[in-house]
């Protein structure tokens, strides 16, 4: 089992490094968006392509192994999480970003067996900042051992969260009203990578003690989660339950008491989960 998950590891750093280049090269010339004018969730002919780069590179080397893929589920393959081992790649985290030339943007990919993470590579290809962790095995950045900030003051931190891409009046209301309670409670300030990997890599790394969000799906933070955890974080759902991936709900921070904090401050709603959907009349 160590042996599997030791070559899922440096199988998963070097396809995100591959798909990193990859990436940066598209940055000059080939960030066009697919999806029509009025959406604000983006697709590029790159996600596409660095999606089915990761895939078939990892199909060769592990041909058991499943994979739910933010591509290949918007092309209609089904997310449902099982105790299999499942690769979870997000090939742009930070799509908008990418687009805009804005500098956060990462390749994600989560290795879960029975349905629990065992692996998270997030590789934040334009800081060139590769992150690593395997359960039990603590997490790093470029090598060097990550830890979650001690602040154990909700006023002396800094959370992280994103509006996301749902622009129902109710959901953006209950985004507000989030924003509202946390920003004067007080705290020291509020941040957004536009990514949800980033974002769980700054919790890994200490430099904000939190980050949560409602909306965001499997992909964008099966990695980064286990990053959390293992730099001595904690994850939960934002009701302060347990943390449940296919949720698209997550609250993650450096500490159970900073959490729950912010389990007071935050309007909870409940996205369509990432492993319910219905597709020609039926539920699956
Ligand atoms: O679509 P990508 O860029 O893979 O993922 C991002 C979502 O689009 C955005 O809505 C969300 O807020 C962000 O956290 C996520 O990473
Ligand atoms: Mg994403």
Same mark, same amino acid.
């Given at each position: 089992? *160590?042996?599997?998950?030791q +070559?899922v590891?440096? !199988? &998963?750093? $070097? /396809?995100?490094? @591959?798909?990193?280049?990859?990436?940066?090269? $598209?940055?000059?010339? #080939?960030?066009?968006?697919m999806?029509?004018?009025?959406?604000v969730?983006l697709?590029?002919?790159?996600?596409?392509?660095?999606?089915k780069?990761?895939?078939?590179?990892?199909k060769?080397k592990?041909?058991?192994?499943?994979?739910?893929?933010?591509?290949?589920? *918007? &092309? %209609?393959?089904?997310?449902?999480?099982?105790d299999d081992?499942?690769?979870?790649?997000?090939?742009?985290?930070?799509?908008? +970003?990418?687009v !805009?030339?804005?500098?956060?943007?990462?390749?994600?990919? %989560?290795?879960?067996?029975?349905k629990?993470v065992?692996?998270?590579v997030?590789?934040?290809?334009l800081?060139? @900042?590769?992150?690593?962790?395997?359960?039990? %095995?603590?997490?790093?950045c +470029?090598?060097e051992?990550?830890?979650?900030?001690?602040?154990?003051?909700?006023?002396?931190?800094?959370?992280?969260?994103e509006?996301?891409? +749902?622009?129902?009046?109710?959901?953006? #209301?209950?985004?507000?009203?989030?924003?509202?309670?946390?920003?004067?409670?007080?705290?020291?300030?509020?941040?957004?990578?536009?990514?949800?990997? /980033?974002?769980?890599?700054?919790?890994a790394?200490?430099?904000?003690?939190?980050?949560?969000?409602?909306?965001?799906?499997?992909?964008?933070?099966?990695?980064?989660?286990?990053?959390?955890?293992?730099?001595?974080?904690?994850?939960? #759902?934002?009701? %302060?339950?347990?943390?449940?991936?296919?949720?698209?709900?997550?609250? &993650?921070?450096n500490?159970?008491?900073? &959490?729950?904090?912010?389990?007071?401050?935050? $309007?909870?709603?409940?996205?369509?989960? #990432?492993?319910?959907?219905?597709i020609?009349?039926?539920?699956?």
């Amino acid at each position: 089992m *160590a042996d599997i998950l030791q +070559n899922v590891m440096d !199988h &998963a750093v $070097a /396809v995100a490094r @591959k798909a990193g280049e990859v990436v940066r090269e $598209a940055l000059s010339d #080939d960030r066009k968006v697919m999806t029509k004018s009025s959406a604000v969730d983006l697709v590029t002919q790159t996600d596409q392509k660095v999606e089915k780069l990761i895939i078939q590179s990892v199909k060769e080397k592990f041909p058991q192994h499943r994979f739910i893929g933010e591509e290949s589920v *918007a &092309a %209609g393959e089904p997310s449902i999480l099982t105790d299999d081992p499942t690769w979870i790649i997000d090939p742009i985290d930070g799509t908008t +970003n990418f687009v !805009h030339a804005f500098p956060f943007v990462a390749i994600s990919i %989560g290795f879960t067996i029975n349905k629990r993470v065992e692996v998270g590579v997030v590789y934040s290809c334009l800081e060139d @900042k590769m992150f690593t962790a395997r359960r039990g %095995g603590g997490a790093f950045c +470029n090598g060097e051992p990550l830890q979650v900030s001690d602040q154990t003051d909700v006023h002396r931190s800094i959370i992280a969260t994103e509006f996301g891409s +749902n622009r129902d009046p109710e959901v953006v #209301d209950k985004i507000f009203s989030s924003l509202r309670n946390i920003l004067s409670l007080p705290v020291h300030g509020v941040r957004g990578a536009g990514t949800a990997a /980033v974002n769980l890599s700054l919790v890994a790394s200490g430099c904000v003690e939190a980050y949560y969000e409602m909306g965001m799906h499997v992909w964008d933070i099966a990695a980064g989660s286990l990053l959390v955890l293992e730099a001595g974080g904690i994850v939960m #759902d934002v009701d %302060g339950g347990d943390a449940d991936l296919m949720s698209r709900r997550i609250l &993650a921070a450096n500490n159970r008491s900073v &959490a729950l904090r912010l389990v007071e401050q935050i $309007a909870p709603y409940r996205p369509d989960r #990432d492993d319910v959907k219905k597709i020609s009349g039926k539920w699956w």
